[in-house]
Structure formats: structure tokens, C-alpha cells
């Protein structure tokens, strides 16, 4: 390889990263052009043919390998490869694992879904943060700059990740996350998970099965749970989290009993969200218990 090329392969290895897309690569080229790092290049920056030219001998030298699942995105070899829950993450810089998942990254469900759950923002969502990235990256330059730049693309996630089956959920209603210690992993924050139990229970093994989760976690999470539920723009999450905490868990916390001002008389508001209106109904919290 020339010294380019050698300076590039030693910027992958030195990354510890066992997946990247062609952006990060030519990123990884740009900025080695910018550094003065590497002598005897031609040009500012690196065009398209220089960048195809020497990801073919990365190629060649064994050092990248287009991975299984995702067509856009490379393996380098140099790093194990990682479990599904890590290379969806890496794949996807704005997604994170959720719902059923989440429950159980956390310890709080005994169900063992062979499905990954994960949450990304709305396709406007994501190319907004994909404009942003590039103008962080490339400051001064614009999308339409006349130099080559190798462009990022928004990800979408295949069925199958590592032999297991991936469900993704596209929402405006983007949650709280946090990064999984020593992994390439993010997951809804604790606060977030319960969030997403009463606002998509069928994502969380059902309503039957939320509410056994809450009667034996909601006491120990309950500052997290309360912080979340505060912060949620719709009524219909204080109203069940409140039932649910209230009537059933008998937990008297004033800043949950003050969300029985989102109850509504009259309402056709459901406990379980996927399940028909029935006649069992909360006086306190106006709402339709319609679960079993």
C-alpha cells in the first residue's frame, strides 16, 4: 500500500471499531489530508478515486470485509466481531435498544424474546441529525460543495442482525438513552423503559405483563419512573402510570396523585392501548381497565 494508504489502515486499527461506513472511512482520509500528516499527496483532499482506490487495498490487504448483514457498512478485521446488540448501535449512530429489550438488559422481565428491539428517530429526525453531523465534521462546507465528500447515508436496519430478528420502531417521540458500559451498546435509559411500557405495551410482552413488572420493580425505580413520566407530553401516560401506581402498587406519592388532573370524564381512554374499550372503569383515574 502506499503511505496513505498505510496511515489510513493504522487510523482503523487504531479506532478499536469493528464497523464502519464508507463516510468514516474517506472522513478518516480527509482528515489526514488536513493534518500534513502523510507526504507526497496530491491535491487538498482526497477525491473519489483515491478513496475507492485505496479502500479496494484495504480490501485486498484483508483488513476490511463488507459485513453480512449491512450492505453500506465494513468489517475491520483487526476487532472481533460483536453481538446484535452492539453492531445495530454500531451501524446506527441514533438508535438504541429498547422495550422487551431494554427490560431485560435491565433484569426487570424473565422473558427471553428472540427479537432486538430498538427505538430511532423519524426519517426527519435522522436527516437532520445527518446534515448536522456533516456540517460538524465539514464546517464551512455545505452538502452541495463542488469538493468530493463522501456522503452519509441514513441506515435501515436489515430483518436479521446476527442471526437474530430486529424490530425497529421510527418515532418523533425519540426517548432517553444511556451508553452500556464497556460496549458499543446504548439502551432507554431505566426511566425511558417504563415510559415505553405503558405507552407500547405490546413492544413489552403485553399489558398483563407490564403490570406484573411494575407491582414488583416500580417501588425501587420509582424517582427514575416519576422523573420520565413528568417530562412525557401526553396525558395518557400519567394516567395509566398513575392507575397503574396508584390503585394497584397503593403508592401515594403526591407528584403521582397530582396526575389525576390529566384524567378525563367521559373518555374512551384504555388502559391497554392494543385491547377494545370495556365497561371495568377507574372512577379516579377515568379510565377503562379492558386488560384480561
Not at 448536522?132 to 441506515?155: C, M, N, R, W
Not at 423503559?193 to 407490564?210: A, I, K, N, S, Y
Request: positive net charge; contains cysteine.
Amino acid at each position: 500500500m502506499t503511505r496513505l494508504g498505510e496511515a489510513l489502515a493504522a487510523r482503523l486499527i487504531d479506532a478499536t471499531i469493528p464497523l464502519v461506513s464508507n463516510y468514516e472511512i474517506y472522513k478518516h482520509m480527509w482528515d489526514l489530508y488536513e493534518e500534513g500528516s502523510v507526504k507526497y499527496l496530491r491535491g487538498d483532499h482526497p477525491t473519489k478515486e483515491t478513496f475507492l482506490r485505496l479502500r479496494s487495498a484495504l480490501r485486498h490487504e484483508g483488513l476490511l470485509h463488507s459485513d453480512t448483514n449491512y450492505s453500506r457498512l465494513w468489517r475491520v478485521l483487526t476487532e472481533g466481531d460483536k453481538s446484535a446488540d452492539e453492531i445495530v448501535c454500531l451501524a446506527d449512530r441514533f438508535c438504541y435498544i429498547s422495550h422487551l429489550s431494554a427490560m431485560q438488559q435491565y433484569g426487570l422481565t424473565n422473558r427471553r424474546s428472540r427479537a432486538l428491539f430498538i427505538t430511532q428517530p423519524s426519517p426527519a429526525q435522522v436527516k437532520e441529525k445527518l446534515r448536522a453531523k456533516f456540517e460538524t465534521d465539514y464546517p464551512g462546507l455545505s452538502e452541495q460543495t463542488e469538493l468530493y465528500i463522501e456522503p452519509l447515508h441514513a441506515v435501515h436496519h436489515p430483518k436479521t442482525v446476527r442471526k437474530r430478528a430486529v424490530t425497529t420502531l421510527a418515532t418523533k417521540d425519540h426517548g432517553e438513552w444511556r451508553q452500556v458500559r464497556g460496549t458499543f451498546a446504548r439502551v432507554a435509559s431505566i426511566g425511558q423503559t417504563f415510559l415505553d411500557m405503558v405507552d407500547m405495551p405490546e413492544r413489552c410482552g403485553g399489558m398483563l405483563h407490564v403490570m406484573e413488572i411494575w407491582n414488583e420493580h416500580a417501588q425501587t425505580y420509582l424517582e427514575e419512573l416519576i422523573s420520565r413520566i413528568e417530562t412525557s407530553p401526553k396525558p395518557i401516560h400519567k394516567v395509566r402510570a398513575g392507575y397503574i401506581l396508584e390503585e394497584l402498587n397503593r403508592i401515594r406519592d403526591p407528584r403521582v396523585l397530582a396526575w389525576k388532573q390529566f384524567a378525563q370524564r367521559g373518555s374512551s381512554r384504555v388502559l391497554d392501548p392494543g385491547a377494545p374499550f370495556k365497561s371495568s372503569y377507574s372512577e379516579d383515574w377515568m379510565i377503562s381497565i379492558n386488560v384480561g
